[in-house]
């Protein structure tokens, strides 16, 4: 099932799986917004 998370500065990172979405979504964060850091939960539960 694919999954959605629109981060807050305006990217939609997308992922074919709950874990290809977990893994985007960390390396955007690494990339974009060094310091700040989701947990696997926090990020699920954003995603739609
Ligand atoms: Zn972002």
């Known amino acids: ?4 998370l629109n981060c807050p500065c305006g990217e939609v990172i997308e992922g074919v799986d709950e874990d290809d979405l977990v893994t985007k ?3 955007h ?3 974009a917004h060094p310091g700040r850091t989701y947990t696997r939960e926090q990020i699920v539960f954003m995603a739609s």
């Open 1 to 4: 099932m694919e999954m959605y």
């Open 25 to 27: 979504a960390q390396s």
């Open 29 to 31: 964060l690494s990339e």
